[in-house]
């Protein structure tokens, strides 16, 4: 089995700070990787208050709440990934980028750590190409809120090793997640399911059927949903919610998967939810 002590999560985003404050919980040395060292911060600081409210709750404490944050380095420099078991990629839902980040960490990176993925869409095997360890190469999809949600789907491309499922499936358990494996197909299991309810939902307010308050309070009230689907897409990010149903209309080629004008028109707008303060809601 191999054997991970050092992990690097690239993209400081919301997954990737969820990802790296868990993967630090679970007593991980952890790089927390971006573009920027303002984006980095965000991520330091959404971290800190996430452990404080654990702190505030009496489920963790304070000297706790400090070691995690210790075990936590931010980067703006990619070649940490040379000094790493494994790294996480939690950057922005496009191939053109992964792909390019993907060709880089292989250069950079030991020759035995993993390469995984966060993509929620994206085939693993392409991402893999970019690489010349495909063997190595892994989707770890976590879902968002990363610190509550208990699934991790893991994903196989074509040339994942055994080795490298395995490794995966133990990380995944040692952070306290539950890991279901499935093949690499456009939004694997879980968004091939989830994104058209969410574009659906849209499609309804588009066509003057209801609110987005009515339409979130008949998913919510109706069928049990902790979120109705228009508060969960801003939670999301419509742009991601907008770059996951071009990867499904594409991937499977049937119009039943086109993104909903609505959706393209508030990514066009910068109007992607909850990061930036208004989607469907104001925040
Ligand atoms: N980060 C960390 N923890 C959070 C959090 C966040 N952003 N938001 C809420 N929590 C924690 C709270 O601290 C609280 O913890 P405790 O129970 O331990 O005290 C717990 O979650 C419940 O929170 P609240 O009581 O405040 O609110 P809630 O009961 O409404 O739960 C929720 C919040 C867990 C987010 C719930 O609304 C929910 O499950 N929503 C749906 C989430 C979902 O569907 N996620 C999947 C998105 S799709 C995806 O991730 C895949 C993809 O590729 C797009
Ligand atoms: P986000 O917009 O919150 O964060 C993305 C971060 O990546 C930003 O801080 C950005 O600066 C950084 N970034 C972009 N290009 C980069 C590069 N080349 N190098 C380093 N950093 C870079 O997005 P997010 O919601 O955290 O999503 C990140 C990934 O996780 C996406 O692939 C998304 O599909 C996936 N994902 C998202 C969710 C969700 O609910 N939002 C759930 C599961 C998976």
Redesign the pocket.
Known sequence: MMDIQKIMV???????SGIAQVCAAAGFDVFL????EE?VNR?MSSIDKQLQKQVEKDRITLQEKDAILERITPSVDLTHAGSVDIVIE????KMD?KAS?FHELDKLAQEHAILAT????LPITEIAAATKRPEKVIGM????PVPVMKLVEIIRGLATSDEVYEAIHDLTKKLAKVPVEVNDFPGFVSNRILMPMINEAIYTVYEGVATPEAVDEVMKLGMNHPMGPLTLAD???L??CL??METLHEGFGDDKYRPCPLLRKYVKAGWLGR?TGKGFYSY
Do not use: C, P, R, W
């Open positions: 690239i993209g400081a985003g919301q997954m990737g990787h971006d573009l920027k984006f991520g939690a950057a922005v839902e980028v980040l966060n993509t929620s869409s999809h976590f879902m968002n939670f999301i990010g742009d991601t770059y996951i990061k």
